[in-house]
């Protein structure tokens, strides 16, 4: 009977052992999350401020090229009304 009641002990300790050690990889797993989630955020973030800064420039380049558009078109029109006297 002690030797029984010996074996037992040893595996409550060994199911303890291993209960602890999925604990403490179940911190590190979500900790590892929280990091990646957190990293993910602040990649969106910059994303969203790149996309950001591409419009306003291609909005302000097209803007441009319209300005110049018209003012060919000015020119060109100018240019035949003086032809034409």
């Known amino acids: ?4 009641l010996h074996v ?3 595996c409550d ?7 602890a ?3 403490r990889a179940k911190e590190c797993v979500l900790k590892t999350a929280t990091t990646i989630q957190e ?3 602040d990649i969106y973030a910059e994303a969203q401020q790149i996309n950001e800064e ?7 380049e097209y803007t ?11 020119a ?4 035949e009304e003086n032809e034409a006297k």
């Open 64 to 74: 441009d090229v319209e300005d110049v558009e018209e003012a060919e078109e000015t």
């Open 8 to 10: 037992e002990q040893q």
């Open 39 to 41: 990293n993910a955020e």
């Open 1 to 4: 009977m002690m030797n029984q």
């Open 76 to 79: 060109e029109e100018a240019s």
């Open 21 to 23: 050690a999925v604990l």
């Open 54 to 60: 591409r419009a306003a420039k291609d909005a302000e």
């Open 13 to 19: 300790q060994g199911e303890d052992a291993s209960y």
